[in-house]
């Protein structure tokens, strides 16, 4: 058999739309950079809320890029990254028997990923994974990883147990940070959200998640400690506004 086309998908992104986070770069730059890098699907998940300009779908469309609807919802105090979700829909999660019921009323056509799980972020959702297991169809593959320190492997071997795939995201707070992690799929035979989400379900998955260099961890480190701080108080932004659950 021939081998297949593959498309390249980045399902963690945030943007300067994000109600939270102080970023400084917009949705049309990162469509611009993920053209120029050959990506095929993108989704935006904003903290708390659903990216849905309707501009930046349609110049998504007109660069050949699918753009799904998607949120990073805080629920009980842990992070869970929504695909094909409505703004209606996310806003009415607070629980995660919440996610179960929606989950139930949605069916295959909602995808849910658990992000970087066994970091020390806020937000993550730690050991507690095993107990909302059901709550997810996937775990992400977390781009922040070098050497020993790859809080990443602990959430291998909960998906080895429970069979759930890994998916590389880039989780970009900074436009340089997107590109480099990340997960290919066949190529469907038509881009929608649909046939995405059923080849997520499906795989083979292909992920790209090379280790971080000295310089991104040294850039990261600066960014989550020093310069997102100092945004966040120029923007009187703090994390307890945007923190539910």
Not at 70 to 85: K, P, Q, W, Y
Not at 139 to 154: A, L, S, Y
Not at 209 to 223: K, W
Request: charged fraction near 25%; include cysteine.
């Amino acid at each position: 058999m021939a081998e297949p086309e593959w498309i390249k998908t980045d399902l963690h992104i945030h943007t300067l739309d994000d109600p939270c986070d102080a970023l400084d770069y917009s949705a049309h730059q990162l469509l611009e950079r993920a053209k120029a890098l050959g990506f095929g699907v993108l989704a935006i998940t904003l903290h708390n809320a659903v990216f849905d300009r309707a501009e930046v779908f349609a110049d998504a469309e007109q660069m050949g890029i699918l753009l799904i609807p998607a949120a990073e919802m805080r629920l009980e105090g842990a992070d869970v990254i929504l695909l094909n979700v409505s703004a209606e829909e996310a806003d009415a999660l607070k629980t995660f028997d919440d996610l179960r019921r929606l989950r139930a009323a949605r069916g295959a056509s909602l995808y849910t990923i658990v992000p970087h799980p066994f970091y020390v972020f806020g937000g993550s959702i730690g050991r507690r994974i095993v107990r909302e297991i059901d709550c997810f169809d996937a775990i992400e593959q977390c781009h922040f990883h070098k050497g020993g320190f790859d809080p990443n492997k602990p959430a291998q071997r909960v998906a080895a147990q429970y069979q759930k795939p890994m998916i590389a995201t880039s989780d970009a707070h900074q436009l340089h940070g997107f590109g480099s992690h990340y997960t290919s799929i066949p190529r469907p035979a038509e881009l929608t959200i649909e046939n995405v989400i059923a080849a997520l379900r499906r795989g083979p998955l292909r992920l790209t998640s090379p280790p971080c260099s000295v310089a991104d961890v040294l850039g990261a480190l600066y960014f989550i400690y020093v310069r997102h701080p100092l945004r966040l108080r120029r923007r009187g932004r703090t994390e307890s506004r945007c923190a539910h659950g």
